[in-house]
Every structure is written in C-alpha cells, then in structure tokens.
C-alpha cells in the first residue's frame, strides 16, 4: 500500500532556503506496490541461476535484488556513517542536534535527501519516523525515477495497468515522469549524483555534498551518466521508444548519453554554485574544484611551485572545465538536441569562468 503523509513544516533550513514542504495526503509507492506477481515481480533469475533479461514482469525484482539504489538507506546506519555524522555536527553544518553517544545518520535530513526517495526526506518526517521507517528502507525507491517531486505517485500507479500508460505519460498532472530519453534521465541522477538546491514546492530538500562532507568522511562525488547507466542492471527494455544511449553496440547512443551527461552535471554545477552565492552563511564550493589543486606534496620539485603571475596566488581548476574538455560538442552530429544543448551550458560556463574571484 502507499504511504501517506501527515505532517508538515515551515520555517528556514540550514541553507537559508525555506524547508521543504508537505502535502498531507501525498500518496507514495514505493517497490512494495510493484512486486505483485502479476505487475512487476516476476522472477529475476533464469533456470541455471543467472540475472534474466529484463522485462515489465520482473522490473521490480531486479530493482529490489540486484540494484546499488536499494541499499542507499542501509549505508547511513553504519559505523562510517555515524563517524561522518559526529564530525559533520562538530563543524556545525547541521540544522539539529547531535546525540555523541547514539549518532543517527538515518534521521538528518540532509543525509537522507539522497540515501532515500528525495521527497522523503524532510525534516518534518522524523516525527514520524517510527512508520517512515519501512519505506525509508526501500531506500532510492521507484518514486524517485518514476514520480515527478511533488505529485502523488498515486496519480499514476493506480491507473497504468488499466492502459492509461500512455494518458499517463502525456498528462503531466498524472504525476509520471517520462524517461524515455537520455536527457530526461539524467536529470533525475543529478540531483543526488551533483546536487541541487531545495525545492520547496515539490518537498525536496537541499542536496549539496560539500567539502565539508569530503572533510568529514564522505566519498567524493564522481558521476559520469554514461559509465553508470552501463553499470547499473537493467531493469527496463528500450523498446517502442525513441533511440538512445545504452547499449554497449550502440556508439552513437553513447556519445549521446555521455553529452547528456555533461550537460546536465555542468547545469547542475551552475545551479549549486549559484544557490551557495544567495545564502546569508558561507558554503564551501571547493568540492566543485579540482581537488589536488590543493592537496598535493609542497615539499618535492615541480610544476606546482612555478609562479605564473608574480603577487598572485593560482587559481584552482573548476571541474566544469575539465568536464568540457573531455566532451566537444563538435563530436556530436549537427541538428542533434544533444548538441544544442551542450553548446548552450558551454555558453553558460564561458560566463562563469570569466568573473575573477
């Protein structure tokens, strides 16, 4: 069955933003709704014991047993976990209180903004953290791919069995996101996979991992939507839907993955950097920095010592530039949205990159 929300919130968070807020009566799924027999649980083994292929009758199956994202909740009750957690309250970047004794990484928002469905993770849930234990468990659930933020999962989940697939796909007041390119998919790995600020009014709250994170523990953030949509074990097939990005004899599906990519982590970049500058306290953007830009030997010879302007200090590579380096537009075919829409982040970081600070 669903769950239902009950609570609400107001006020300011640690970002400055205003705190995610929620729908009482909000409707969510999770996998649990989609592992009927009949729907999506179908068996995700074959007869000698291998991964089978994927299809709409064991989707759910090979989500909930064989993919990364369901054990997102499991990691924050870990010994590494609560270490992070006790430093990152010792630095005083967390909006409540810290028990030394009994640390909980599973109740801060800021942590479960991207280690369970998003708009999950409010603060104003932990009220009723009792019951939003089951569903927290599920970890990055259906919802959060399949769910526009926001909207009531039950909006579409209810009806598109009945063969409303395609109302619900076309009718953005049903709630389904469609993902049926690379574009549109990758928009959703962002926001945990990058950041994004808070969204008040689809209840998501902020997802920066900081260097204040990286100082307390946590592993930096590497994301490349290419590389890890073939990674990931599909539990989709690409049939009946436009052309894209992710079979292995699939090269030009590839280059356009990989753009897609590019152009929505840069977007993604801007759109922290941009959030960080409108806040009232100071938040770190070292994390979108070239790390060894600082964390090198001071002591041996090397380019590193050489003075490029006398009386000024270097300037730290932005990962943005390295991230157009490695992706030319020129490489994608002309007229391909792809293209268009990577010139135009490049045309937004040439901007960036010309404010000296």
Not at 27 to 48: I, K, M, P, T, V
Request: glycine content about 8%; hydrophobic content about 35%; proline content about 7%.
């Amino acid at each position: 069955m669903p769950l239902t929300t009950s609570a609400q919130s107001s006020g300011a968070s640690v970002s400055g933003a205003p705190k995610a807020q929620l729908n009482p009566g909000l409707h969510f799924a999770g996998y649990s709704s989609c592992l009927a027999r009949g729907c999506h649980g179908g068996a995700d083994l074959d007869q000698e014991g291998k991964l089978a292929p994927a299809v709409l009758g064991n989707s759910a199956t090979i989500w909930m047993n064989h993919d990364r994202h369901t054990r997102a909740y499991a990691i924050l009750k870990s010994p590494r976990s609560r270490e992070i957690l006790l430093r990152l309250a010792d630095a005083g970047v967390l909006a409540s209180s810290v028990d030394p004794h009994d640390p909980r990484p599973e109740r801060e928002e800021r942590c479960l903004a991207c280690h369970v469905t998003p708009t999950l993770a409010p603060a104003a849930r932990m009220a009723d953290s009792d019951h939003m234990e089951g569903v927290w468990s599920e970890g990055v659930s259906c919802d959060a791919c399949h769910t526009t933020p926001g909207y009531d999962s039950w909006g579409w989940v209810d009806s598109h069995p009945r063969g409303e697939l395609k109302e619900c796909l076309t009718n953005p007041s049903r709630g389904m996101r469609s993902l049926d390119t690379a574009a549109k998919r990758v928009q959703v790995c962002v926001g945990c996979h990058v950041g994004a600020p808070a969204d008040a009014r689809a209840g998501v709250p902020l997802r920066d991992m900081d260097h204040t994170f990286i100082a307390a523990g946590h592993p930096r953030l590497f994301f490349d939507f290419a590389t890890y949509l073939q990674l990931m074990p599909p539990h989709w097939q690409e049939r009946q839907r436009p052309v894209i990005p992710t079979t292995k004899n699939d090269p030009t599906g590839e280059v356009a993955a990989a753009a897609a990519g590019v152009t929505a982590e840069l977007s993604a970049e801007l759109a922290l950097v941009a959030d960080r500058a409108q806040q009232p306290e100071v938040r770190s953007s070292l994390s979108s920095l070239d790390c060894y830009a600082c964390h090198h030997d001071l002591v041996s010879d090397s380019w590193r010592q050489q003075a490029t302007r006398k009386g000024r200090l270097g300037r730290a590579v932005w990962l943005g530039d390295e991230l157009l380096e490695s992706t030319s537009p020129w490489i994608i075919p002309a007229g391909a949205p792809e293209r268009t829409a990577l010139s135009a982040v490049s045309e937004s970081v040439s901007r960036f990159r010309s404010v000296d600070i």
